[in-house]
């Protein structure tokens, strides 16, 4: 697993140079265009140099994706994430990051889930209703990592960059919390109880939910309270931030609580009590400058797999026609999943169809709806959900990706 990391590494490294020198794009959808590219020479290799394809392939194998986003880089990138965001700010918007967060993914899960379900049919391809809603739950969390960067250039209103931000930061715990759910339910073979089902799924977002966040405010804490203590040496500061993730996701996994929710919640209380995008301190410019550094290699190595994995699938037309009309439904049940809860409540924005379209379009899909189409086994229809997943993310990073900065200029241009 290290030498696949290490080779996984490097070339995310190389197409990091190739992006800046030459290509100019965001980062993240530079390194996914190139890593597609680069499959074209390796799927050419197969029938030429078939040792060289088949060392390529193990590499992406024993890289693990699913296990190293999940159980590895997903707490690092939201720790990263949350440390940078301003607490005062995001309680302006906390109303909107809530019901985003929660109902907006319920129902986008319900709409997304019972679309495809009935667009399945019509290809003849066989996806039980409950294995459709599990699809919907793994493609509703967005991930607008490779799109914040685009946005704020676009001059878009400060309040709307802050629900963008602050519902990335907790859609993801509360995605896997809902498709954990629904996972349960999907497991169960024969004569159930749905009351023992309904209690098991409410235990399930305790400990999750509700135990993530109280877990998080705790090592938060912890690690504020060292590091607070630490102003004369930055080195071991920064040790210990890195201690709240490694060792604050170990735990989290012990006591089955959310990893990803209690990242968020220990990054942003550190982050706001040591104030470290000031970069006024010794402190601060060490832990601003180690986990910016460190966003950019996990992101780097997260979107160069996605890119790479994809040659390792086999695309029907079947398949592919799925996928392009759930392109449609995602984008569908988006629009509504946002303009719902959005008009429950009270906004800065003048117009707020602007916000609306832009959070739709922004809301792309990335490597968290992966790695949990890479959990599923056939038994819950995992082959064909992961390849329509894969069609999704591609389309949603690099049409969405490439193209949300000039829709959003074009939405806020002066008139």
Same mark, same amino acid.
């Given at each position: 697993?290290?030498?696949?990391f290490?080779?996984?590494?490097?070339i995310?490294?190389?197409?990091s140079?190739?992006?800046?020198?030459w290509?100019?794009?965001p980062t993240?959808?530079?390194?996914?265009?190139?890593?597609?590219l680069?499959?074209?020479?390796?799927?050419?290799?197969?029938?030429?140099?078939p040792?060289f394809?088949k060392f390529?392939?193990?590499i992406i194998?024993?890289?693990?994706f699913?296990?190293?986003?999940?159980?590895?880089?997903?707490?690092?990138?939201?720790?990263?994430?949350?440390?940078?965001?301003?607490?005062?700010s995001l309680?302006k918007?906390?109303?909107?990051?809530?019901?985003?967060?929660t109902l907006g993914?319920?129902?986008s899960?319900v709409?997304?889930g019972?679309?495809?379900?009935?667009?399945?049919?019509?290809?003849?391809?066989?996806?039980?209703?409950?294995?459709a809603?599990l699809?919907?739950a793994?493609i509703?969390?967005?991930?607008?990592i490779?799109?914040?960067?685009?946005l704020?250039?676009?001059?878009?209103?400060?309040?709307?960059g802050i629900?963008?931000?602050?519902?990335?930061?907790?859609?993801d715990?509360?995605?896997?919390v809902?498709?954990?759910g629904?996972?349960?339910?999907?497991?169960?073979?024969?004569?159930?109880n749905?009351t023992?089902?309904g209690?098991?799924?409410g235990i399930?977002? +305790?400990?999750?939910?509700?135990g @993530? $966040? *109280?877990?998080g &405010?705790?090592?938060?804490? =912890?690690?504020?309270k060292c590091?607070? /203590?630490l102003?004369?040496?930055p080195q071991?500061?920064?040790?210990?931030s890195l201690?709240v993730?490694m060792?604050g996701?170990?735990?989290?996994?012990?006591?089955h609580?959310s990893?990803?929710?209690a990242?968020?919640?220990?990054?942003?209380?550190?982050?706001?009590?040591i104030?470290?995008?000031?970069?006024?301190?010794?402190?601060?410019?060490?832990?601003?400058?180690?986990?910016?550094? +460190?966003?950019?290699?996990?992101? @780097? $190595? *997260?979107f160069? &797999?996605?890119?790479?994995? =994809?040659?390792l699938?086999?695309?029907? /037309?079947?398949?592919?026609?799925?996928?392009?009309?759930?392109?449609?439904i995602v984008?569908l049940?988006?629009?509504?999943?946002?303009?719902l809860?959005y008009s429950?409540?009270?906004h800065?924005e003048?117009?707020?169809?602007k916000?609306?379209?832009?959070?739709?379009w922004?809301?792309?899909r990335?490597?968290?709806?992966?790695?949990?189409?890479?959990?599923?086994?056939?038994?819950?229809s995992?082959?064909l959900?992961?390849?329509i997943?894969y069609?999704i993310?591609?389309f949603?990073?690099i049409?969405?990706?490439?193209?949300?900065g000039?829709f959003?200029?074009k939405?806020?241009?002066?008139?």
């Amino acid at each position: 697993m290290f030498e696949s990391f290490s080779i996984v590494f490097t070339i995310a490294a190389f197409f990091s140079y190739i992006n800046y020198k030459w290509l100019k794009l965001p980062t993240t959808i530079g390194l996914m265009i190139l890593s597609l590219l680069l499959i074209i020479p390796i799927t050419l290799s197969e029938s030429i140099f078939p040792e060289f394809y088949k060392f390529f392939c193990d590499i992406i194998v024993n890289a693990d994706f699913k296990t190293l986003l999940l159980d590895g880089i997903l707490s690092f990138l939201l720790f990263a994430g949350a440390l940078h965001v301003n607490l005062a700010s995001l309680a302006k918007e906390k109303k909107s990051i809530i019901l985003f967060a929660t109902l907006g993914v319920l129902i986008s899960t319900v709409i997304v889930g019972s679309l495809t379900y009935f667009t399945a049919q019509l290809f003849d391809l066989d996806l039980p209703f409950i294995h459709a809603l599990l699809f919907g739950a793994l493609i509703s969390p967005t991930d607008p990592i490779a799109v914040m960067a685009i946005l704020k250039k676009a001059n878009i209103a400060e309040s709307l960059g802050i629900k963008i931000e602050g519902e990335s930061l907790f859609n993801d715990g509360i995605g896997v919390v809902v498709f954990s759910g629904i996972l349960i339910i999907a497991s169960v073979t024969g004569e159930f109880n749905s009351t023992e089902i309904g209690t098991e799924i409410g235990i399930l977002f +305790l400990e999750e939910a509700v135990g @993530g $966040i *109280l877990y998080g &405010l705790l090592i938060g804490f =912890i690690g504020l309270k060292c590091m607070q /203590s630490l102003n004369d040496n930055p080195q071991l500061a920064v040790m210990m931030s890195l201690a709240v993730v490694m060792g604050g996701t170990a735990g989290a996994f012990l006591m089955h609580t959310s990893a990803p929710l209690a990242m968020v919640v220990a990054g942003l209380l550190i982050g706001n009590k040591i104030h470290v995008s000031e970069n006024k301190s010794e402190v601060q410019i060490a832990i601003n400058s180690f986990w910016a550094i +460190l966003d950019d290699v996990f992101n @780097g $190595i *997260l979107f160069v &797999l996605i890119g790479l994995a =994809i040659h390792l699938l086999d695309f029907t /037309s079947s398949y592919v026609y799925l996928g392009v009309i759930t392109i449609i439904i995602v984008l569908l049940a988006r629009f509504i999943s946002v303009f719902l809860p959005y008009s429950l409540l009270k906004h800065e924005e003048d117009k707020p169809i602007k916000t609306i379209a832009i959070l739709t379009w922004g809301g792309l899909r990335g490597g968290i709806s992966i790695a949990l189409a890479l959990s599923l086994s056939d038994q819950f229809s995992g082959n064909l959900i992961l390849h329509i997943t894969y069609i999704i993310v591609i389309f949603s990073i690099i049409v969405q990706g490439l193209s949300i900065g000039a829709f959003a200029q074009k939405l806020y241009q002066k008139k």
